[in-house]
């Protein structure tokens, strides 16, 4: 007893001394080319390479650490916008430390003092995803987005603007790292109103992990705007033009001490012009019957855009963001169609068409955020708040006419869509250690989208036009999506680092029809696990391994039951009854840098459970229908092989293979169809000297294969010079589309039980562009921090109204 009564006032008389010797440690910092402090730094007390305690210097630049043991130690300070420095050998005694003041160099100087001599390459290959540095890509100048995504390794973007991830539509787009309502609503018609000058980099993840939302079964593209981090004010002006687009757009950012504001916006408007032969020939009972129907289409669309953001550091450790990005648009397409359809070579049916399908749209979206830093490094809590709404009108007029060109009957619709989008989302960071980190989160999205739908008509070409209510409805639909998050991420530097999670996702949905279709509801969870390998190796070799499980819910232009009857022999329509995509997914990647040439290769399997697919009837008449089903099995594997390197000082090229076996089956239509496919991608640019480059551009799509046939594959190649003006405040670039070729033409095959069908298509898309841009103000080092964003990446987009 008496040596227990000794041991516990040795221990208290220890811990009582422990206790009276921590000490504190401040310091000062400060910006090495201007006597003012550095706010908002990190730093962090070392001791043998691992963080002991963090803190943020106040708006003073200083910095306290209160609880120091005796000891030696180092202290690093860090900030984005300046040069990392650490102050080593820091020996705590008995007394407490001022370290005096620690100057931080900042990475960028006024713009007049700045030589650059090396830029990032196009593309970079990171631990978890590919990067593409558009912004350093002059070919691009004057597009769109698609133009931009038509570059990336592994993505094809069909002349509509469709887009596929080695081979799957089923991916998920994100505007910086967060989605858009018109995104949601047409990834196609989304693409072509982000014009290309304003993209910063786009970001391709193959295997997101459990923090990402698990829609995106081929995985997840994310588009970077530009943004200014530097303090005053700076903008750019950008009136592009072409022979098929527009792209007028500006920007500005006004920053000070702890105030940032910035706005960009812009107009575009475009036209197109193409041709299509469509040939079916189908069974009715024992007749074969043919039809010929070609169509000459004309269109134009205009859009308008604007976004407004201001974020406010409050302090040191708090910190408020708000947002406002609007949009407007139209569509509008022309169609002269001539149709005739005949029997063992009699015609039966012979009419012309004219008609004028427009598709328009406004919305908005609204966000609010907040984070909360701690005095730890990289420790951060953030509270995530987005509203969004849309309204989209789709309209069409018909006449039909006979041989005398006389109207004998006419036909009219509309479709009202209100989409309606509220986020409210939760996530905690903590790292363990210096190579360890825990993540948490939370996240529940409401959806409701309503849809009202009319058609009516009027014979002998009169204006006496009546409803026909069988054929009109409206469609209520509310969805509930509320999830949970895990994620451990551990990275040494010399053995394998991991990044493990699960997520949970439970879907509410409730639908109604108001005329006599039963209305229904349905509820379902899902546990989404992933888990990623990769090391770094010697001579900057990289490898990584990888499976994730994704879902992928039908959005709006899958749901939507209005048939678009606008050409009465095909029929396009959605599927209130979808069930959403299940899909694994497995990857393995190796990469390797030697001297100017970067290498990359990736491995993929691929298999998507309850697939969407677009299925073609026929009815005895010979009118075709387009509606999505649940009813097959895709599957692909294949490799992606991509690499870049200077052949000179002055000229890089880049180049990629991407090659699949794609399998696609249903046992419920008793359908399988298979092939390769494959794509191609070169870049070249050359700099000339003296402010001039030029650069070409051209890539390849093959063949690929659907459920019922198959898309015919195509090229696209362009040129472009571009010259420094004003100090390199100001370009002056022209371009050519397909210098050699008018027209891009391919062939689209369809079969189906009684019918077999042939699509000749021709696109107009030789074309030139002047792509000019001036850029203003004057920009200062700044200390801006990173800034979080929503992201809801769980459903499945629509690829256009083709």
């Given at each position: 007893?008496?040596?227990l009564?000794l041991?516990?006032i040795a221990?208290?008389a220890?811990?009582?001394?422990s206790?009276?010797?921590?000490?504190k440690?401040?310091?000062?910092l400060?910006d090495?080319?201007?006597?003012?402090?550095?706010?908002?730094?990190?730093?962090?007390l070392l001791?043998?390479?691992?963080?002991?305690?963090?803190a943020?210097?106040?708006?003073?630049?200083?910095?306290?650490?209160?609880?120091v043991?005796?000891?030696?130690?180092?202290?690093?300070?860090?900030?984005m916008g300046?040069?990392?420095?650490?102050?080593?050998?820091?020996?705590?005694?008995g007394?407490d430390i001022?370290?005096?003041?620690?100057?931080?160099?900042p990475?960028?100087?006024?713009?007049?003092?700045?030589t650059?001599?090396?830029?990032?390459?196009?593309f970079?290959?990171?631990?978890?995803?590919m990067?593409y540095?558009?912004e350093k890509?002059?070919s691009i100048?004057?597009?769109?987005?698609?133009?931009?995504?038509k570059?990336?390794?592994?993505?094809a973007v069909?002349?509509?603007?469709?887009?596929?991830?080695?081979g799957?539509?089923n991916?998920k787009v994100?505007?910086?790292?967060?989605?858009?309502?018109?995104?949601?609503?047409?990834?196609s018609?989304?693409?072509?109103?982000i014009p290309a000058d304003i993209?910063?980099?786009?970001?391709?993840?193959?295997s997101?992990?459990?923090?990402?939302?698990?829609?995106?079964?081929?995985?997840?593209?994310?588009i970077?705007?530009?943004?200014?981090?530097m303090?005053?004010?700076?903008?750019?002006?950008s009136?592009?033009?072409?022979?098929?687009?527009?792209?007028?757009n500006a920007?500005?950012?006004?920053?000070?001490k702890?105030?940032t504001?910035?706005?960009?916006g812009?107009?575009?408007?475009?036209?197109n012009?193409r041709?299509?032969q469509l040939?079916?020939s189908?069974t009715n009972?024992d007749?074969?019957?043919?039809?010929?129907?070609?169509q000459?289409?004309?269109?134009?669309g205009?859009?308008?855009?604007?976004t407004?953001?201001?974020?406010w550091?409050?302090?040191?450790?708090n910190?408020i963001g708000?947002g406002l990005n609007?949009y407007?648009?139209?569509?509008t397409n022309?169609f002269?169609i001539?149709?005739?359809?005949?029997?063992?070579?009699?015609?039966?049916?012979?009419?012309?068409?004219?008609?004028?399908?427009?598709?328009?749209?406004a919305?908005?979206?609204?966000?609010?955020d907040?984070t909360?830093?701690f005095?730890?490094?990289k420790?951060e809590l953030t509270?995530?708040?987005m509203?969004?709404?849309?309204?989209?009108?789709s309209?069409?007029?018909?006449n039909?006419l006979n041989?005398?060109?006389d109207?004998y009957?006419?036909?009219k619709s509309?479709n009202?869509s209100?989409?309606?989008e509220g986020?409210?989302?939760?996530d905690f960071?903590?790292?363990?250690?210096?190579?360890?980190?825990?993540?948490?989160g939370?996240?529940?999205?409401f959806?409701?989208?309503?849809?009202d739908?009319r058609?009516?008509?009027?014979?002998e070409?009169?204006?006496?036009f009546?409803?026909?209510?069988?054929?009109?409805?409206?469609?209520?639909?509310?969805q509930?999506?509320?999830s949970?998050y895990?994620?451990?991420t551990?990275?040494?530097?010399?053995?394998?680092g991991?990044n493990?999670?699960?997520?949970?996702?439970h879907t509410?949905?409730?639908?109604?029809?108001?005329n006599?279709t039963?209305?229904?509801s349905?509820n379902?969870?899902?546990?989404i696990?992933?888990?990623?390998l990769?090391?770094s190796?010697k001579?900057d070799?990289q490898i990584?391994?990888?499976?994730?499980?994704?879902i992928?819910?039908?959005q709006?232009?899958?749901?939507?039951?209005?048939?678009?009857?606008?050409?009465?022999?095909?029929?396009?329509?959605?599927?209130?009854?979808?069930k959403?995509?299940?899909t694994h997914?497995?990857e393995?990647n190796?990469?390797?840098s030697?001297?100017?040439?970067s290498f990359?290769?990736?491995?993929?399997?691929?298999?998507t459970?309850?697939?969407?697919?677009?299925?073609?009837?026929v009815?005895?008449s010979?009118?075709?229908?387009q509606?999505?089903?649940?009813?097959?099995?895709n599957?692909?594997?294949g490799?992606?092989?991509?690499?870049?390197?200077?052949?000179?000082?002055?000229?890089?090229?880049?180049g990629?293979?991407?090659?699949?076996?794609?399998?696609?089956?249903?046992a419920?239509?008793k359908?399988?169809?298979?092939?390769?496919?494959?794509?191609?991608n070169?870049?070249s640019?050359?700099?000339?000297g003296?402010g001039f480059?030029?650069q070409l551009f051209g890539?390849?799509?093959?063949?690929?294969?659907?459920?019922?046939?198959k898309?015919?594959g195509?090229?696209f190649?362009?040129m472009v010079i571009q010259?420094?003006?004003?100090?390199?405040?100001?370009s002056?670039?022209f371009?050519?589309d397909?210098?050699f070729?008018?027209?891009?033409?391919?062939r689209n095959?369809?079969?189906?039980?009684?019918f077999?069908?042939?699509?000749?298509?021709?696109?107009y898309?030789?074309?030139?562009?002047?792509?000019?841009?001036?850029?203003?103000?004057?920009?200062?080092?700044?200390?801006?921090?990173?800034?979080k964003?929503?992201?809801?990446?769980?459903?499945?987009?629509g690829?256009?109204?083709n």
């Amino acid at each position: 007893m008496k040596i227990l009564l000794l041991t516990l006032i040795a221990l208290a008389a220890s811990i009582s001394l422990s206790i009276a010797q921590q000490i504190k440690i401040s310091g000062l910092l400060m910006d090495s080319t201007a006597t003012k402090p550095v706010e908002f730094a990190t730093v962090a007390l070392l001791k043998d390479g691992k963080i002991i305690e963090g803190a943020t210097s106040d708006s003073k630049g200083r910095f306290v650490f209160t609880k120091v043991h005796p000891g030696q130690y180092a202290i690093q300070a860090s900030l984005m916008g300046y040069v990392s420095k650490t102050l080593e050998k820091v020996t705590a005694a008995g007394e407490d430390i001022e370290v005096g003041i620690i100057k931080l160099a900042p990475t960028v100087q006024n713009l007049k003092e700045v030589t650059v001599t090396e830029q990032k390459a196009l593309f970079e290959e990171k631990s978890d995803r590919m990067v593409y540095n558009a912004e350093k890509d002059i070919s691009i100048k004057g597009g769109d987005a698609t133009d931009v995504l038509k570059k990336i390794p592994s993505v094809a973007v069909d002349i509509e603007g469709n887009v596929q991830l080695r081979g799957s539509s089923n991916i998920k787009v994100l505007i910086n790292n967060k989605p858009s309502s018109i995104v949601a609503r047409s990834v196609s018609d989304a693409l072509k109103q982000i014009p290309a000058d304003i993209i910063k980099q786009v970001e391709v993840i193959t295997s997101p992990s459990a923090k990402y939302d698990a829609e995106g079964t081929a995985g997840i593209i994310n588009i970077i705007t530009k943004k200014n981090t530097m303090q005053g004010t700076s903008g750019s002006i950008s009136p592009n033009f072409g022979q098929w687009n527009n792209w007028p757009n500006a920007t500005i950012s006004h920053r000070m001490k702890d105030l940032t504001i910035s706005a960009n916006g812009g107009f575009s408007n475009w036209k197109n012009k193409r041709y299509m032969q469509l040939l079916r020939s189908f069974t009715n009972a024992d007749s074969v019957s043919d039809q010929n129907q070609t169509q000459w289409i004309t269109g134009n669309g205009k859009n308008f855009y604007g976004t407004v953001n201001v974020d406010w550091d409050v302090d040191s450790l708090n910190r408020i963001g708000a947002g406002l990005n609007y949009y407007n648009g139209a569509n509008t397409n022309g169609f002269d169609i001539l149709f005739e359809e005949s029997s063992r070579g009699v015609v039966n049916q012979f009419f012309k068409r004219d008609m004028s399908r427009t598709y328009d749209w406004a919305g908005a979206t609204v966000n609010l955020d907040y984070t909360r830093l701690f005095k730890k490094p990289k420790k951060e809590l953030t509270l995530l708040m987005m509203y969004s709404f849309e309204g989209e009108d789709s309209d069409y007029w018909s006449n039909l006419l006979n041989r005398g060109n006389d109207v004998y009957y006419r036909e009219k619709s509309y479709n009202i869509s209100n989409n309606k989008e509220g986020t409210i989302q939760l996530d905690f960071t903590n790292p363990l250690d210096s190579i360890s980190t825990f993540e948490m989160g939370s996240k529940t999205i409401f959806r409701k989208i309503l849809s009202d739908y009319r058609i009516s008509s009027a014979v002998e070409g009169s204006d006496d036009f009546q409803d026909l209510p069988q054929l009109a409805n409206i469609f209520d639909y509310a969805q509930q999506v509320t999830s949970a998050y895990v994620v451990y991420t551990r990275t040494p530097k010399k053995r394998w680092g991991i990044n493990l999670g699960a997520r949970y996702e439970h879907t509410f949905i409730q639908a109604n029809f108001l005329n006599g279709t039963a209305s229904f509801s349905n509820n379902y969870g899902n546990l989404i696990p992933s888990i990623s390998l990769s090391r770094s190796l010697k001579k900057d070799q990289q490898i990584r391994l990888s499976y994730s499980q994704r879902i992928q819910r039908p959005q709006f232009f899958y749901l939507n039951p209005y048939v678009n009857q606008a050409d009465s022999k095909n029929l396009y329509g959605g599927n209130p009854y979808l069930k959403p995509e299940l899909t694994h997914s497995v990857e393995a990647n190796y990469s390797v840098s030697i001297k100017q040439t970067s290498f990359n290769a990736s491995f993929f399997l691929r298999q998507t459970n309850n697939a969407i697919e677009s299925i073609n009837t026929v009815d005895s008449s010979g009118v075709l229908k387009q509606i999505f089903q649940n009813v097959a099995q895709n599957s692909a594997y294949g490799v992606n092989l991509s690499a870049n390197t200077k052949i000179t000082k002055q000229w890089s090229v880049n180049g990629s293979l991407n090659v699949f076996y794609n399998v696609l089956e249903s046992a419920e239509l008793k359908t399988r169809n298979e092939d390769w496919m494959y794509r191609v991608n070169l870049n070249s640019t050359i700099d000339f000297g003296k402010g001039f480059k030029g650069q070409l551009f051209g890539f390849y799509n093959s063949a690929r294969v659907n459920l019922q046939g198959k898309y015919g594959g195509f090229g696209f190649y362009n040129m472009v010079i571009q010259k420094e003006v004003l100090k390199k405040k100001g370009s002056i670039g022209f371009g050519y589309d397909n210098p050699f070729n008018r027209r891009i033409k391919w062939r689209n095959d369809f079969v189906g039980p009684n019918f077999v069908q042939t699509q000749d298509i021709a696109m107009y898309r030789r074309g030139w562009r002047i792509n000019l841009k001036y850029e203003f103000g004057q920009m200062n080092g700044g200390n801006q921090r990173q800034k979080k964003r929503i992201s809801n990446d769980d459903k499945k987009g629509g690829e256009g109204n083709n």
